[in-house]
Nanobody
């Protein structure tokens, strides 16, 4: 397992931006895949963005063109840059890690709240 610590959530106005951070307890090179899910009240958790060590990056349709997932290997940190935020982006955002290609998601962050409201 990997310990994941998230930060960066908060209250932002529609059209604004936020950057979420997820710092890991291990080198990113030792983790097969990482990404972000979110869960809005009364809704199922949904995948927002992810990347794998093979270089594949995926985004939910709702995130394409507005969100960018990136990594800083020196800081063992993964970021989710969110722009043009909408009220429907309001949710708790969870960072996750999948250690190997043959495992399921085995680590979750504690979650960080994002509220998009005027």
């Amino acid at each position: 397992q990997v310990q994941l610590v998230e930060s960066g959530g908060g209250l932002v106005q529609p059209g604004g931006s936020l950057r979420l951070s997820c710092t890991t307890s291990r080198s990113l090179f030792s983790i097969f895949a990482m990404g972000w899910y979110r869960q809005a009240p009364g809704k199922q958790r949904e995948l927002v963005a992810s990347f794998s060590s093979s270089g594949v990056t995926n985004y939910a349709d709702s995130a394409k063109g507005r969100f960018t997932i990136s990594r800083d290997d020196a800081k063992n940190t993964v970021y989710l840059q969110m722009s043009s935020l909408k009220p429907e982006d309001t949710a708790v955002y969870y960072c996750y890690a999948q250690s190997t290609a043959f495992s399921r998601i085995d680590s979750w962050g504690q979650g960080t709240q994002v509220i998009v409201s005027s």
